[in-house]
């Protein structure tokens, strides 16, 4: 019997990218291929209710609440998503929606949540297509196949392209790559290696330098590198850089993954600078923080490296096995630099997790 009432609830983790996707075409394909880290702690919780629509429709009917507040200003990037998905779920269009979401990580932190968000719908959708085909009561609902979390990569990239990497744990690639075989701008992949252990406890902590709302978003921003001057070098740099990351991630090879995490960041940001209109998002605190960890790693010989989203805020990636000096350098140097000195520890994820199934 397949119910068409219930409630499906998904939770997924943001991630944050080594090997940036900058620069997108077409219908949401990366212009480059990308790898980031799994986060484990910012993530966000979707429940999509759904109930037989009152007055069938062509659109998709539904109320969206955050934090359980009704927000319509969220609606034109659920409208544009569910606009480019209707197609393929044809339940939207017989369905009435109550769509409630929630992020772990404050609204003000400066955290994209376009990641977590979409890759959270993408999953309900998913999850909501296969209760509705499902032929019999026996199938385990719990038990996500390959070919499903492919598919939810692929929706959750139309809601965001970074949305695609979500989907999957540990350190994950999107977008096609010579090196990577099977590799498609469509979907995000695991790596098809295990990483070094080295990498397999790593650590974010997010340093909230201005909580601010990001001053560039996402749609400017990848709009900003077409014509971008430098555009095909960029492109022909970030694959190149993912080949040596790759390599660097099998061996255990930190020297690499600090170099190619920063000239990534710091590659991000001067595209910023050098487009028309430019973007100057560095603030004083960000630069102070760089220059902090680079004496740090000189000086103690640690592999703390820095990265960047298109905002001022800084992530501090480091293994585990030196959270104790790099926490104790944390909270005496950089600390000080964070907006109420707020700091978000976190750490490499084991990818979303279906919460409740009719
Ligand atoms: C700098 O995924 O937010 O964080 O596809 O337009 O939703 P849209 O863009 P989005 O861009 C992320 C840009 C970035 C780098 C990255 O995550 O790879």
């Known amino acids: ?52 629509e009152a007055v069938p429709s062509d659109k998709v009917s539904y109320d ?58 993408a999953l309900c959708l998913c999850s909501l297509d296969e209760m509705l085909g499902r032929k019999s009561e026996d199938k385990d609902l719990n038990s996500f196949s390959d070919e499903f979390l492919s598919r939810a990569s692929n929706y959750a990239r139309l809601g965001s392209g970074s949305a695609s990497r979500s989907v999957y744990p540990g350190f994950v690639t999107w977008g096609k790559h010579h090196e990577l075989e099977g590799s498609t701008n469509l979907q995000a992949q ?3 290696f295990e990483v070094h252990e080295f990498f397999s406890d790593y650590r974010d902590a997010v340093l909230i330098i201005d909580p601010a709302r990001k001053s560039v978003s ?31 991630l ?15 960041a710091l590659t991000l940001h001067a595209l910023m600078m050098m487009s028309d209109p430019y973007f100057l998002l560095l603030k004083e605190h960000t630069l ?15 592999p703390v490296a820095f990265t960047l989203d298109a905002g001022p805020n800084v992530h501090l990636l480091y293994p585990g096995s030196f959270a104790e000096p790099v926490e104790a350098f944390i909270t005496e140097r950089l600390k000080p630099l964070c907006a109420e000195e707020k700091i978000i520890f976190d750490h490499i994820g084991q990818g979303p997790e279906i919460k409740a199934c009719p």
């Not at 068409?4 to 080594?18: D, K, L, R």
């Not at 955290?111 to 890759?119: D, K």
């Open 1 to 52: 019997m397949n119910k068409q009432e219930g409630q499906i609830t998904w939770e997924s983790p943001s991630n944050i990218a080594i090997i940036k996707y900058w620069g997108k075409h077409g219908i949401q394909l990366p212009e480059n291929p990308s790898l980031s880290m799994t986060l484990s702690k910012c993530k966000t919780v979707t429940s999509l209710a759904y109930k037989p």
């Open 288 to 302: 102070t923080a760089i220059d902090e960890i680079r004496n740090f790693r000189q000086e103690q010989n640690i």
């Open 190 to 192: 695991p790596l098809p």
């Open 64 to 121: 969206f609440f955050f934090h359980g507040e009704k927000k319509d200003s969220f609606r034109a990037k659920i409208d544009s998503f569910f606009e480019k998905v209707i197609a393929d779920f044809p339940f939207l269009k017989t369905l009435d929606f109550e769509i409630r979401s929630e992020n772990s990580f404050p609204h003000s932190s400066g955290i994209a949540s376009s990641a977590s968000s979409m890759s959270a719908l």
């Open 218 to 248: 996402s749609r400017a921003g990848h709009k900003l590198m077409q014509g971008h001057p430098y555009a095909l070098n960029r492109y022909k740099q970030a694959s190149g850089n993912l080949s040596e990351l790759l390599r660097a």
């Open 250 to 264: 099998k061996t255990g090879d930190a020297e690499s993954f600090v170099r190619i995490t920063e000239q990534e």
